[in-house]
């Protein structure tokens, strides 16, 4: 996204741009934002806004899509699975809270239609695009080359560094991958697990940025609008955190790896020097990746259970 139409497209008419102020925002998009918050009186979001004709990725038409597509599969699925959950519904018992995990997988894949591991994988890919909308530099044009590479304004690897550094702040990779192996829980090994140093605050007791378990039943418009509302907020939370005019590129670990980048980064934003040469760097860098991984987090279960509901109802 952009507002500045040298950018985006100087043919394109008045009517072909939008502008999503943070109350109509707020009105739009159920439950708590903390992004919203952050941005709220964020002069971006006054201006008038368009996507790019031609670098746009269509991510609120493909999370419909996948939404849609999996509600199908469920009604098309195995029939075990589709049958215990009617039951379930059926005693007054809300089918949501059924522990699939708990069930013989060879109960969940007899029919030769959706199984429940391939209906778990499009759960997961559609976590995948709902997380990458909360990531702000998804959705500002500033990371992307339009036209010559001079005109690009951000240097190419502040994107990856912040991606990889903000994966040190989370279980080791093999950890993740080595689960069904090992005899612990996942939320031992996710949760407890998370390095000492880690910037994530979601369940630490008593934090502002703390999840709570419950999650809002009904969006306050289809997959699409909560998509394309979400964008917005990303792009103004692009705008105000990584702001026009600071050396970034300056002021960053020198190095082309961003996993060292993102270790010597770490060494910055945990120790006690203001870091990158502005005093509110730091305390910005971990208040803004807090308030993205907690709505990214409710974001991805709002979506789940929206459309978990429409196949049991």
């Known amino acids: 996204m952009d507002s500045d ?3 985006v497209s100087s043919n394109l008419p008045k009517e072909g741009w939008y502008t999503k102020t943070a109350d109509k925002l707020r009105t739009g998009l159920a439950g708590k934002r903390l992004c919203l918050d952050y941005v709220k009186d964020c002069e971006e979001l006054k201006k008038p806004y368009r996507t790019h004709l031609k670098k746009g990725g269509h991510l609120p038409s493909r999370v419909i899509a996948l939404c849609h597509g999996i509600s199908d599969m469920l009604k098309m699925g195995d029939y ?3 049958k215990y959950t009617v039951e379930k519904t059926r005693k ?7 522990d699939f995990s708990a069930k013989k997988v060879k109960d969940l894949t007899a029919s030769p239609n959706f199984s429940a591991r391939q209906i778990a994988v499009s759960f997961f890919v559609l976590s995948h695009y709902v997380t990458d909308v909360h ?5 500002d044009l500033r990371d992307f080359t339009v036209g ?4 690009r304004r951000l240097p190419r690897d502040i ?10 702040s989370f279980p080791a990779k093999e950890n993740l991958i080595l689960t069904r192996y090992r005899n612990e829980s996942l939320d031992k090994i996710l949760v407890k697990g998370l390095p000492e140093d880690s910037l994530i605050e979601l369940d630490k007791e008593g934090s502002k940025y703390a ?10 418009g289809d997959e699409w609008n909560e998509m394309v509302y979400t964008a917005r907020v990303s792009y103004a939370v692009a705008r105000k955190w990584i702001r026009e005019g600071y050396d970034w590129k300056g002021n960053m670990p020198e190095g082309k790896d961003p996993e060292r980048q993102a270790r010597a980064l770490g060494e910055l934003v945990h120790s006690n020097d203001k870091g990158l040469g502005d005093g509110r760097f730091v305390e910005e860098f971990k208040d803004v990746t807090n308030r993205i991984f907690h709505d990214a987090v409710r974001s991805v279960a709002r979506l789940w259970y929206h459309t978990w509901q429409k196949f049991v109802e």
């Open 5 to 7: 139409p040298a950018f």
């Open 80 to 82: 075990p699975l589709a």
């Open 92 to 98: 007054g018992k809300d089918s949501s809270n059924v």
């Open 135 to 139: 990531m702000p530099l998804h959705c």
């Open 148 to 151: 010559k590479e001079s005109d």
């Open 159 to 168: 994107h990856p560094l912040i991606e990889a550094f903000w994966e040190e």
């Open 211 to 220: 999840l709570k378990n419950e999650v809002e039943i009904r969006l306050k």
